[in-house]
């Protein structure tokens, strides 16, 4: 009854158009999720996002689920999630990535879930990594745990995400570290980020992880950018 009292007056909004929700729990009106810029990676036998990486790493599997657009849908709704702490937005996300990918090997064929680590600074400054929602989604629906502990980043970088594509600098590599490397031997991770622009950061990532004998790395994103 509290809820309803509440909703009567703060109605839950769509977080693109800002027109009325019939289910509270979803992050989109049904007119705009009609206009989800897919990529439909799962109909793909080689997606963008696996070759932007080709020559720079080895991998098992990669995937998008949204074309990420200057003004778009996509960032727009990455925005509310990363800026406004709409943590519904990473859930929403979560669940498209299970309806669409659920019998892909990419959600099937991996041993653990690796979020991309913010810095400790950031992460006090922000409150939370906006890709943690998202991550539990997929968790929770494909029984695999999450390693929040395996990989950590040690220097403190500014962030990239307002630079244009030609302004954006290369990555130390020592920038992100891994912990425990012998309990985590042979394992396959699946690396989760928001959006996939250069690649920089999740390649580093990527190359951290594999440092540990006989690791897989597979990398899923909630959005992917065209240069």
């Not at 929700?21 to 810029?37: E, H, I, M, R, S």
């Amino acid at each position: 009854m509290i809820n309803d009292f509440f909703d009567l007056f703060f109605p839950p909004l769509c977080n693109h158009c800002e027109g009325l929700l019939t289910q509270k729990k979803d992050a989109l009106c049904v007119a705009c999720y009609l206009n989800l810029p897919f990529t439909h990676h799962y109909e793909a036998e080689t997606t963008e996002t696996f070759n932007r990486f080709s020559g720079r790493m080895p991998l098992e599997h990669a995937a998008s689920l949204l074309y990420f657009h200057k003004k778009g849908m996509a960032q727009n709704l990455i925005h509310q999630l990363k800026y406004k702490g709409n943590q519904n937005v990473g859930s929403f996300l979560g669940n498209l990535t299970v309806e669409q990918y659920k019998n892909q090997p990419i959600l099937q064929n991996f041993d653990e879930i690796v979020m991309v680590p913010l810095h400790p600074k950031r992460l006090k400054k922000r409150g939370y990594n906006q890709v943690e929602t998202f991550a539990k989604t997929i968790a929770e629906a494909t029984q695999k745990p999450i390693n929040n502990l395996i990989l950590y980043k040690k220097i403190h970088t500014e962030t990239q995400t307002k630079k244009a594509l030609s302004n954006r600098t290369s990555i130390d590599k020592d920038t992100f570290q891994i912990e425990d490397a012998e309990a985590n031997i042979g394992k396959h991770f699946l690396l989760l980020d928001d959006v996939m622009t250069s690649g920089t950061t999740l390649e580093t990532c990527g190359k951290a992880l594999l440092q540990i004998p006989k690791t897989k790395i597979s990398i899923f994103t909630m959005a992917y950018t065209h240069f």
